[in-house]
């Protein structure tokens, strides 16, 4: 069973850094993308960023090129979001997915962990 938990939000002051982190268990990743997506009140659920565990390939929402960073440790079987220059508008909860490469959409899902950035 596929197990995604994330941890390292919080409260933070706009153009401030946070780093997510969502460690993964329950399989070998090798052939599988994990995703950052996130929700703000009243809002759907939005992409974020994106890494394939294998080659490191990643790929981001415009909303964040260039602030947030996403990477993989697979001895750890972690991935991060490392976020900076934050902004009040990236206030939501940060969601942590995994699916298989052929997949078209994400099977697995952290619980999510709160990011709050204040002005």
């Known amino acids: 069973q596929v197990q995604l938990v994330e941890s390292g939000g919080g409260l933070v002051q706009a153009g401030g850094s946070l780093r997510l982190s969502c460690a993964a268990s329950?399989?070998?990743?090798?052939?599988?993308?994990m995703g950052w997506f996130r929700q703000a009140p009243g809002q759907d659920r939005t992409f974020v960023a994106r890494?394939?565990?294998?080659?490191?390939?990643?790929s981001y929402a415009d909303s964040v090129k260039g602030r947030f960073t996403i990477s993989r440790d697979n001895a750890k079987n972690t991935v991060y979001l490392q976020m900076n220059s934050l902004k009040v508008e990236d206030t939501a909860v940060y969601y942590c997915?995994?699916?298989?490469?052929?997949?078209?959409?994400?099977?697995?899902w952290g619980q999510g962990t709160q990011v709050t950035v204040s002005s």
């Open positions: 997915a995994a699916r298989v490469i052929k997949s078209a959409t994400y099977d697995y």
């Open positions: 329950g399989r070998t990743f090798d052939t599988w993308i």
């Open positions: 890494i394939t565990w294998g080659a490191g390939s990643t």
